[in-house]
C-alpha cells in the first residue's frame, strides 16, 4: 500500500489490477479475494463506489468460492 499511503493513485490502482491478475492466473483464489477487497477499500477511499461495489462483490464470491465465510461489514468492523 505503499503507492496508497504516497496517493499515487495511477500506481496504486496498476499494483492492484497486477496482483488481481497473478493470482487469478495461478489459482490462488484466496489471494485474489484479500487483493480485490484491498483494492475494493482502496476505491472506496478515493470515492469511487461504484467500481468499490465491483471489487468488493467480486471479493465476496472469490471468499465464498475459496470456502471461508465472507466479512460482514453491517456490524462496524
Known amino acids: 500500500m ?3 499511503a504516497q496517493e499515487n493513485i ?3 490502482i496498476k499494483c492492484f489490477e497486477y496482483a488481481i ?3 487469478r492466473n495461478n489459482n490462488y483464489i484466496y489471494i485474489q479475494a ?3 477487497e484491498a483494492y ?3 476505491l472506496f477511499k478515493f470515492r469511487m463506489g461504484k467500481a ?3 471489487y468488493m462483490r467480486e471479493a465476496f464470491y472469490l471468499y465464498d468460492k475459496w470456502g471461508g ?3 460482514n ?3 462496524g468492523k
Open 40 to 42: 475494493a477499500e482502496f
Open 52 to 54: 468499490f461495489e465491483v
Open 10 to 12: 495511477d500506481g496504486a
Open 2 to 4: 505503499l503507492y496508497s
Open 69 to 71: 465465510s465472507s466479512k
Open 34 to 36: 484479500i487483493s480485490n
Open 73 to 75: 461489514y453491517s456490524d
Open 21 to 23: 491478475e497473478l493470482s
